[in-house]
């Protein structure tokens, strides 16, 4: 079964993961945000191996992990501009943790992770294991979300087996990720700060800690952007058409519906209709509509739905400000497809 990969991570188990990583393959990693496919980011061919078992475009470069800032000089370029050192140093508060800056790189990273580019995309996670296992590693371990291309992330071990079952070699499970949504990514050069994709780490915080204004790479989600290869419209989709609900009406929806909302229904508004709606399957988020939870659960809601056979899911919008610009840009990103058809 390709479920006894899942794996507690014990000393032994971190220390044979790390074993495995140097050996050219590819393990599944726990991390504070969502579940990364590791290989060794120094090794051409291990590195291949992830683009081939996600599917993904070879022009879609990926994250290098790292356990801590001394690491940053195995990848970064050593003449970094004095500006962009400072900001580092200014950003490294939030490292640990769900936070990815996009940084000059130097020649020892292999061009099939950064595809090509004269950057180099780096985080430092704050999960336990993830950091073990680099330190037990001893090099920096290139890591996209451990889901098929174009698919839902995974947030918890199980999802990496449903999606990557075969070509994964282990998964350390280390229980389901804290916060559920990729990493927010920052990218630094000499003179612009520009969020390239949003995460729990909001732009506030960023634009706060530098004290300067934080771009924002412009969401037009084309498949072609050079500046965020990665930002691709149609991404994340569930292979059940999704919308919001406020794009349909009740009486126009297919038999078998989903809904996925982010606190319980209210029974004295608009909700009160949707209430009496024979929905299929509901799932509510979080109880007060928080929206940390509601980012937390999101991702493990939408891939059961999408297990039930059913026309359509639909799910709630909130405000794209804090922690609601990521699940906005995901969620957009999610319906994207379903809402022009
Ligand atoms: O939270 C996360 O970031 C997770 C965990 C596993 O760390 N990783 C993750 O990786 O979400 P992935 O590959 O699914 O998304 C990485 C994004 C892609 O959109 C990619 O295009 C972008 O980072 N990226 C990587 N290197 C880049 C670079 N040099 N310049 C611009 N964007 C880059
Ligand atoms: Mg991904």
Known sequence: ????????????????????????????IPTETVYGLAANALDE???????AAKGRPATNPLIVHLADVTQLAWVTD???????TQRINKLSQFWPGPLTLVLPRNAAVPDIVTAGLDTVAVRIPSHEVARQLIHACGFPLAAP??????????TLAIHVIEGLGDEVEMVLDGGPCGHG???????????????????????????NCLGTDVL???????????????????????????RFVDEIALADLPPRCGRIAFAPLATDSSDREQLLH???RMEVLSPTGDLSEVARELFGAI?????????????????????GEAIMDRLTRATAKSSRS
């Open 1 to 28: 079964m390709r479920r006894n990969k899942i794996t507690t991570p014990t000393f032994e188990a971190i220390q044979r993961a790390a074993v495995l990583l140097a050996d050219g393959q590819l393990v599944a």
């Open 78 to 84: 050593p003449n970094l501009d004095p500006i962009v």
């Open 278 to 280: 024979p929905f299929i």
């Open 45 to 51: 061919l291990a590195v291949k191996r992830i683009f």
């Open 216 to 242: 924002v790479h412009s969401h037009d989600h084309g498949n072609t952007s050079l500046l965020a290869p990665g930002m691709m419209r149609e991404h994340y989709s569930p292979t059940t058409p999704i």
């Open 145 to 154: 979300s451990a889901n098929r291309s174009n698919y839902v992330s995974p």
């Open 303 to 323: 891939r059961r739905l999408d297990h039930e056979n059913l026309d359509l899911l639909l799910v709630d919008r909130c405000e794209p400000t804090g922690v």
């Open 181 to 207: 949504l990729e990493s927010t990514i920052v990218k630094l050069d000499g003179q612009n700060v520009t969020m390239l994709r949003p995460g729990v780490i909001t732009r506030d915080q960023i634009a």
